[in-house]
Nanobody, 115 residues
Framework: QVQLVESGGGLVQAGGSLRLSCATS????????MRWYRQAPGKQRDFLAS???????NYADSVKGRFTISRDDTKNTVYLQMNSLEPEDTGVYYC?????????WGQGTQVTVSS
């Protein structure tokens, strides 16, 4: 069974940093495209960043210059390095990948940024 498992969330002060991880499990599952999303309290889930199998990246304007997405295919893991965090970055962070059976989502990891 293919799964995505996020980790690395927590409580951080404004201006601080966190690194999130998304581990992929499942025999032979090697998604070409991985994405990170954020869902703030009471709001919709928003796209943050994506990375392809060849390392091409794309970012939402709200995180460009502060967040960096990367992947380590030897560990089947995608990362989201988050710097200069702001209280508006508070939310549950999810990773996402396409699959033959439809989009896959992890369970999410909570990030709280205090002012």
């Amino acid at each position: 069974q293919v799964q995505l498992v996020e980790s690395g969330g927590g409580l951080v002060q404004a201006g601080g940093s966190l690194r999130l991880s998304c581990a992929t499990s499942g025999s032979g599952f090697r998604p070409n495209l991985m994405r990170w999303y954020r869902q703030a309290p009471g709001k919709q889930r928003d796209f943050l960043a994506s990375i392809t199998s060849i390392g091409s990246t794309n970012y939402a304007d709200s995180v460009k210059g502060r967040f960096t997405i990367s992947r380590d295919d030897t560990k089947n893991t995608v990362y989201l390095q988050m710097n200069s965090l702001e209280p508006e970055d508070t939310g549950v962070y999810y990773c996402n990948a396409p699959s033959l059976t439809g989009p896959l989502w992890g369970q999410g990891t909570q990030v709280t940024v205090s002012s």
